[in-house]
């Protein structure tokens, strides 16, 4: 099958056409910036721009950053909160013409990671943690999704933990890899001793350069980066549509 994955981020909106068998990407990825601020009618309007840019008249499947729970948003931490309660599905099928399929943006990297990636074949459970402007979380046991978890805001010293260690974070206080990665290390020991994960998928676009952060993690459980990297997102989102 082929699916337009749209993966929307509180920085950035990236899409391509994947194929839904392979999970290869069949075109290059295009980015637009997210609209600041990132109310309703200006990301549907950006991902409509998206969709006109493939000239896409086919199925779509769309990453959100925050919780959905039958194509509407209950919650986010990153975009206007005007989304919560919006019909995300519906609107995007009125704005598109094209039938849409949307979940958390974690979770549809999580299973892109799971079905392609560092999570084939992998049973027991797995925590997938993407870092980007937030903390995602996925979690998969025995492959079966747990969906909406949003285990990126656990309170750590008094703080939401995603404001600690995302990987905005390390970039809005210029921190040291070294400094940033104590504090991941920090979420994951918190994380482990909650949910004793046997293995850890860490995603998100820093984990292009996981060389820089994971050999730093001192955590005693088997941790490793998204073998799909930043495509994750998209091919997850793209995969959602065939999910019944
Ligand atoms: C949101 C999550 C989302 C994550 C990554 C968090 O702030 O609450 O729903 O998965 O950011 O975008």
């Not at 309170?155 to 990665?181: M, N, P, Q, T």
Request: with cysteine.
């Amino acid at each position: 099958m082929q699916v337009l994955g749209i993966d929307i981020g509180g920085t950035g909106i990236k899409g391509a056409p994947v194929d839904t068998d392979s999970g290869e990407l069949l075109g290059e990825r295009f980015r637009l910036l997210t609209p600041q601020p990132a109310t309703p009618d200006a990301v549907i309007e950006t991902v409509s721009e998206l969709v006109t840019h493939f000239q896409w008249k086919g199925p779509v499947g769309c990453g959100f950053p925050g919780v959905v729970r039958h194509g509407r948003i209950d919650a986010t931490a990153n975009l206007s909160q005007d989304w919560i309660g919006v019909e995300a599905q519906k609107r995007f099928e009125q704005a598109t013409g094209c039938s849409i399929a949307i979940a958390n943006d974690a979770d549809a990297a999580g299973l892109a990671e799971m079905r392609f990636g560092a999570g084939r074949d992998r049973d027991g459970l797995v925590f997938v943690v993407t870092l980007g402007t937030g903390i995602g979380t996925a979690l998969f046991v025995d492959g079966h999704l747990v969906p909406n978890t949003e285990l990126g805001h656990i309170e750590i010293r008094g703080k939401d933990a995603e404001l600690r260690a995302a990987d905005s974070a390390r970039e809005r206080k210029e921190l040291s890899w070294k400094k940033w990665a104590a504090r991941v290390d920090e979420y994951l020991h918190r994380m482990h001793a909650l949910i004793w994960p046997d293995l850890i998928i860490i995603g998100g676009g820093v984990s292009k350069k996981h060389e820089k952060f994971l050999p730093l993690l001192t955590l005693d459980c088997e941790i490793v980066p998204a073998e799909m990297r930043n495509a994750a997102g998209i091919v997850g989102a793209a995969l959602l549509q065939t999910r019944s």
